[in-house]
T-cell receptor
Framework: KQEVTQIPAALSVPEGENLVLNCSFT??????LQWFRQDPGKGLTSLLL?????REQTSGRLNASLDKSSGRSTLYIAASQPGDSATYLC???????????FGKGTRLSVIA | DTEVTQTPKHLVMGMTNKKSLKCEQH?????MYWYKQKAKKPPELMFV???????INESVPSRFSPECPNSSLLNLHLHALQPEDSALYLC???????????????FGEGSRLTVL
């Protein structure tokens, strides 16, 4: 059974810092991995999707990497801003008729 | 248009009421999902529809009844709910569940349900 772990659970950084959020998964036979952002009381916004055959994806200040063999993904946020404050969720999709498995998220606070 | 629209945004209901949550997407997606999310927890899958047929039911109590009238619409009918059912209900869609699909999920903003 796939399990997804996110470390740290919470993170507080000053504005301007570069930071890394970590996601690990137990079953490396994944179809894709998706990073989401969630603001309090809101829905999930898809940030980056990495297919199993890819190593990384970039969008603006965000870069996500995937190492299937070690069961790890990282989300790198460059030059963090207060507007980046949110919960970041990692989710893994395995092949077959299996549902998306979420980590518990990392709550990020960027202090001005 | 990568939008999934959910209505209502907020719903307050008594334990004897019958209400429905609605979800709509116009991206041509053929898979639609209902998730339940409690505070400070990740979303929990409830139901998956694929090509308008129920594909996954994660042992959800029968007081929650999903319906997929067509490929763009997904409803969640609520009846005789309990206070512990109060949560954010999220709808999502993806292109397909076949291997050629990227598998990317798009979520709506959610419906905040309070059961009194």
């Amino acid at each position: 059974k796939q399990e997804v772990t996110q470390i740290p659970a919470a993170l507080s950084v000053p504005e301007g810092e570069n930071l890394v959020l970590n996601c690990s998964f137990t079953d490396s036979a994944i179809y894709n991995l998706q990073w989401f952002r969630q603001d309090p009381g809101k829905g999930l916004t898809s940030l980056l999707l990495i297919q199993s055959s890819q190593r990384e994806q970039t969008s603006g200040r965000l870069n996500a990497s995937l190492d299937k063999s070690s069961g790890r993904s990282t989300l790198y946020i460059a030059a963090s801003q207060p507007g980046d404050s949110a919960t970041y969720l990692c989710a893994v999709l395995n092949s077959g008729n299996t549902p998306l498995v979420f980590g518990k998220g990392t709550r990020l606070s960027v202090i001005a | 248009d990568t939008e999934v629209t959910q209505t209502p945004k907020h719903l307050v209901m008594g334990m004897t009421n019958k209400k429905s949550l609605k979800c709509e997407q116009h991206m041509g997606h053929r898979a639609m999902y209902w998730y339940k999310q409690k505070a400070k927890k990740p979303p929990e899958l409830m139901f998956v529809y694929s090509y308008e047929k129920l594909s996954i039911n994660e042992s959800v109590p029968s007081r929650f009844s999903p319906e997929c009238p067509n490929s763009s619409l997904l409803n969640l009918h609520l009846h005789a709910l309990q206070p512990e059912d109060s949560a954010l209900y999220l709808c999502a869609s993806s292109q397909d569940r076949a291997r050629w699909d990227t598998g990317e999920l798009f979520f709506g903003e959610g419906s905040r349900l309070t059961v009194l």
